[in-house]
């Protein structure tokens, strides 16, 4: 059993596995968009600008987009080529084995799970916010987690529910739910463009790299263009979430490469002509504010702004939040079906076609971190993990392109091993430019997937057995 863990999974074709295959290339597009942008746009482009890039915040993003388009091509071709299940984790199974796989989806877990917990924590400060310019005010202790003098986080998590609920009836209702709020948050990008772009001073753009590309100031504190797209990276993971369909798509070979590199490469110019735009229109040191892009319209003497603002980032984070939970679900479903957790969760609901038990768990489980448990730095984690992911992933087309040379491949990637060399090197330096505490608490986290896998996965292991 022990050599179980070197064992790979074989490689199937993408068959029907009982959940509905209905998503389409234009549903896996959107999909990556609307977990893409919310946070980046509404919150972190502002915050990277005012305390780690300055103007360059430009090239952070350019920078954090051109190490997710490597991984994002290495997505597509083992997303075109291998079956069962999407995601890093599954490609893992068949390129590493088993315990590479478990670390993976560990990873994973992290990756979806925290960032469900953080965006819902933001969501429900905008939402309090929204609330207060109507002159409705929630009382203060169902605002706050415990440790925060509080009572419970209320906003964070009804919000959680609401999205567990909508999962469970169905993923075509909420892929349809995703594409109507993302139309609404890409309109408010759009009014914020057409009101800025007459008032962008270029002296606001000099100096243009006040912290210089990166430096160390120690206290776990890095600056400078890497260090921001270190932080910006948080941005782009939502096309992960499209490689995680792959058992709903009606033809995965050919929509997911499409979806995944569509989304990436559509957020990209949305995220540097945003970022561009607002360090233009107002002085980098004034944007570390919750609400930089409602900040810069309120400079510019647009007063009705503020609700325009809130009602993008209430829509965009909403959208951020389904895709993280329904990626979540979909990836303990995997492991579930692997027998690496409780085989309870593989369950499908026959008049659904969803997995309710596991998105009920889910619900239960992220509602209560984020109404209770105040995250601060720990979503920080959820880019280090995203980056090994990703890192695994490049490394994975290099793998079965030797120990599956006549492996099906709808879609190659040019010039291999190129691209994923530069994959596994961009993203490899990124998680370099990330600070020391997020590195312990990434390693924490690993130890405790380790100690995990000893105790029950390598047991209960269908591969095992």
Not at 291 to 320: E, F, M, N, Q, R
Not at 417 to 431: A, K, N
């Amino acid at each position: 059993m022990a050599l179980s863990i070197f064992r790979t999974k074989p490689v199937a074709p993408h068959a029907h596995t009982g959940l509905r295959k209905c998503l389409t290339a234009f549903d896996l597009a959107l999909l990556g968009i609307g977990c893409a942008i919310g946070t980046g746009i509404f919150v972190l482009t502002g915050l990277a600008a005012a305390t780690q890039s300055g103007p360059a915040v430009v090239l952070s993003f350019v920078f954090a987009g051109i190490a997710s388009a490597f991984a994002a091509l290495a997505y597509a071709e083992l997303a075109a080529s291998i079956g069962g299940s999407g995601s890093a984790y599954g490609y893992s199974y068949v390129a590493f084995g088993e315990f590479i796989a478990w670390l993976m989806g560990w990873m994973l877990l992290l990756e979806y799970g925290v960032g469900a917990a953080a965006v819902a924590n933001g969501w429900a400060g905008y939402f309090v916010h929204t609330l207060g310019s109507f002159g409705l005010q929630l009382p203060e202790h169902l605002t706050k987690a415990p440790m925060m003098g509080g009572t419970i986080n209320l906003p964070a998590f009804a919000i959680i529910w609401v999205l567990t609920i909508l999962l469970m009836v169905g993923v075509k209702e909420s892929a349809k739910v995703n594409n109507i709020i993302v139309i609404i948050k890409l309109s408010t990008i759009a009014i914020f463009l057409a009101l800025a772009v007459g008032h962008i001073n270029s002296a606001n753009w000099h100096p243009f790299t006040p912290f210089g590309w990166f430096q160390s100031l120690g206290n776990d504190k890095n600056i400078g263009v890497l260090a921001g797209a270190s932080t910006v990276f948080f941005a782009y993971f939502g096309f992960d979430a499209v490689s995680t369909a792959a058992e709903e798509c009606k033809n995965p070979q050919r929509d997911l490469p499409i979806g995944l590199i569509a989304s990436l490469v559509f957020c990209t110019v949305i995220y540097i002509i945003v970022s561009g735009t607002l360090t233009g229109i107002v002085p980098y040191t004034e944007l570390n504010t919750p609400s930089p892009v409602a900040y810069a319209l309120s400079k510019l003497g647009y007063g009705w702004s503020s609700t325009l603002v809130a009602t993008g980032v209430l829509a965009g984070l909403i959208t951020v939040l389904l895709v993280l939970l329904y990626g979540l679900t979909r990836i303990l479903f995997a492991m579930s079906r692997d027998g690496l957790i409780s085989p309870i969760f593989s369950e499908v609901n026959p008049d659904r076609q969803t997995p309710s038990k596991i998105i009920l768990m889910c619900g239960v489980v992220v509602s209560i971190v984020a109404g209770f448990i105040p995250l601060g730095e720990l979503a920080e984690t959820v880019n280090i993990g995203t980056l090994a992911s990703f890192v695994m992933v490049c490394v994975g087309v290099m793998r079965l392109r030797k120990t599956h040379p006549d492996l099906e491949r709808p879609f190659r990637n040019p010039w291999n091993p190129l691209i994923p060399v530069l994959g596994v090197v961009s993203c490899g330096s990124l998680m370099y430019f990330l600070p020391a505490t997020t590195w312990h608490r990434f390693g924490l986290w690993l130890v405790a997937g380790v100690v995990f896998y000893f105790a029950y996965s390598m047991r209960h292991s269908k591969l095992a057995k």
